[in-house]
């Protein structure tokens, strides 16, 4: 059996066509876990922003460079972890990215200056940059084709799960044990998941195969999915991956795909980011109690999984690309309403919050569905991650734009209607997606239908 890719007779048809085995069970678990911890700490910092605030006696808008330091760090890992991680593997950098993180929100419990707080929030989001592209990447190649964005999006729940738990936490402990406990939280569940991962993780079957690494190891994970002994042949020379993972998501084949991943993600991550940091704060601006702030940000983020597992079900069924259209236009239209549910219950708020996470979190993960899909094992960390780093800089747009609003006193519900414009472009860009080029193998089947 050839282990080449791209035509019949693959590892990766093994892979697409045997039932799910322990060891694939075992990978998705792990990173689940791992985008937890990544969905936690990276939220962490906008539910504790006001109690930071009040604690510090910050100005409004004081924690902006907060902010924006974590994303700027997401951004920078995204780019360096990519290219790392299709060179060394995606297991090495996972691990080192988990510590990473870990050992920042220890440090920063024991902050004691916004300029320290600014610093050790670029480091773990240095961490965390680097962890969600390669577990996205190990889970797409270990999940078979029939299954994949359902797996994927299904993994993507850790995230937002993860920011649920910080919601649902953060009234709890940084009320009773103030806001530093809760960094220590955020520390000690990655530091204590390292040695599972070091004991359990492999590393990618697609990324030993493709690189020739190991051949024992790829027949010895291949029997483990199939359940029986598997013979490898000697690979023909003229498969061997070549060239710059870079150059290869930039190349004429790649090019416009790339451009609309980049424009469409950067959208939806202008809106993601612009919400799970300001959100809290936006509503308590707005004289909505704390407790009810912090429970609408963690339905922000459990609407998110519910939303990763319904749109990875859609995707399945109908197409990538009609699914992110039709959950970006509504997100532009919940987008316009909130305004008419402030003045109502909390559970209208907290209820608007689940809507806003289903389409604009949930959402988000067809993005990370298009990615594994679009590019080649040779270059799919490296696509995926610049994909997530240079959107990115929407985030940071969207902090930065927040944050002058609400130093200059413009209306939070304001800011919130606003995010009906990136919704539009990151719509609009996805509908475009079938303008790309279709003729490189294996790449077009998730826009099949869409």
């Known amino acids: 059996m050839d282990i080449q890719h791209g035509s019949g007779g693959t590892y990766r048809t093994l892979v697409d066509e045997s039932p799910l085995s322990g060891l694939q069970w075992a990978v998705f678990v792990l990173c689940f876990l791992i985008m937890f911890l990544d969905g936690l700490d990276t939220v962490l910092i906008g539910f504790l922003a006001p109690y930071i605030g009040a604690e510090w006696k910050l100005a409004k808008g004081a924690l902006t ?29 996972l691990l080192a990215a988990v510590a990473v993180f870990g050992v920042a929100n220890l440090a920063t419990a024991y902050c004691a200056s916004l300029e320290a707080l600014v610093v050790l929030r670029f480091v773990t989001g240095l961490g965390l940059g680097a962890a969600m592209p390669c577990a996205v990447t190990l889970v797409s190649e270990y999940a078979p084709a029939r299954r994949r964005a359902f797996v994927i999006t299904s ?20 009320q009773q044990h103030g806001w530093r406990a809760m960094f220590v939280v955020g520390a ?30 790829v027949a010895a994970l291949l029997s483990r999915i199939v359940g029986r002994q598997v013979e490898l042949p000697a690979l023909p020379e003229q498969q061997k991956v070549e060239g710059n993972p870079l ?4 190349s004429p084949a790649f090019r416009m795909r790339t451009g609309l991943l980049w424009l469409a ?21 707005k004289h909505v109690p704390a407790q009810t702030a912090s429970l ?55 209820l608007m919050g689940f809507v806003a996470g289903v389409l604009v979190m949930g959402g988000q993960t067809g993005f990370q569905v298009l990615a594994t899909s679009v590019y080649p094992v040779a270059a799919r960390a490296t696509g995926l991650s610049w994909m ?18 609400i130093a200059s006193d413009v209306d939070p519900i304001s800011l919130l209607q606003a995010l009906a414009i990136p919704a539009l472009v990151a719509a609009v860009a996805a509908a475009f997606l079938h303008v790309t080029p279709r003729h490189v193998p294996g790449n077009a089947a998730v826009l099949k239908g869409g």
């Open 65 to 93: 460079p907060v902010f924006t330091a974590g994303v700027v760090g997401l951004m920078i890992a995204g780019c360096m972890a990519g290219i790392l991680a299709d060179r060394v593997g995606r297991r090495p950098l």
């Open 155 to 174: 993994m993507y729940c850790g995230y937002t799960l993860g920011g649920a738990a910080v919601g649902w936490l953060t009234p709890i402990v940084a």
């Open 188 to 217: 000690v569940l990655p530091l204590a998941l390292l040695p599972w991962l070091f004991w359990r993780l492999p590393e990618s079957i697609g990324f030993l195969a493709e690189r020739r690494r190991d051949r024992g190891a």
């Open 247 to 250: 150059a290869i998501i930039l």
């Open 265 to 285: 993600n950067g959208a939806g991550l202008l809106m993601t980011f612009t919400l799970i940091n300001w959100l809290p704060s936006f509503l308590t601006f």
């Open 296 to 350: 609408s940000g963690a339905s922000l983020q459990a609407g998110g999984a519910i939303g990763a597992l319904l749109i990875g079900w859609l995707m399945d069924r109908f197409g990538s690309r009609k699914v992110v259209v039709g959950t970006y236009l509504g997100a532009a239209v919940a987008s316009l309403l909130w305004i008419a549910v402030l003045d109502r219950s909390s559970a209208a708020l907290l």
């Open 388 to 405: 997530q780093s240079v959107g990115r800089l929407g985030g940071i747009l969207g902090i930065q734009l927040a944050g002058m609003g």
